[in-house]
């Protein structure tokens, strides 16, 4: 047996605020969006890199409040890139955790977290 990729699916509760943080902020871009008509919820896709999520406004996917961890290589950078922007919800820090990885954990506008893992092996 092989697993496959995994494509998290975390809640969106504000579609304006969702937009802004994941792709004015955090880089990600927009690969598709559906509603099953006009004025319903919106459940999209946005990317990354290799990094993949589902974003759904729809109550019965799931719940806010998920944690999610990201690898990520050139840590430093993206962290330098965020700050860069003047966020005003969101001004993360990198931390050199005691289990020897480096860190940086964002919450969303619906209270997921994403944790950004250095994969530079510079802790």
């Known amino acids: 047996m092989t697993l496959g990729h995994v494509t998290p699916v975390l809640r969106s509760c504000n579609e304006a605020q969702t937009r802004e943080f994941y792709v004015d902020f955090l880089g990600f871009k927009i690969d598709w969006e559906h509603r099953f008509e006009p004025g319903l919820p919106l459940y999209m896709q ?3 890199g290799d990094c993949t999520l589902h974003l759904t406004e729809h109550f019965g996917d799931c719940n806010p409040g998920g944690a999610i961890r990201i690898a990520t290589d050139g840590l430093d950078e993206f ?6 922007k003047q966020f005003k919800f969101a001004r ?14 964002i919450s969303d506008p619906s ?3 994403l944790t ?7 802790a």
């Open 46 to 48: 946005v990317s990354k």
């Open 79 to 84: 962290h330098a890139e965020l700050i860069a």
């Open 92 to 105: 993360p820090g990198v931390d050199d955790k005691p289990w020897g990885s480096r860190e940086m954990s």
């Open 111 to 113: 209270g997921n977290r």
């Open 116 to 122: 950004f893992v250095s994969t530079d092996g510079d």
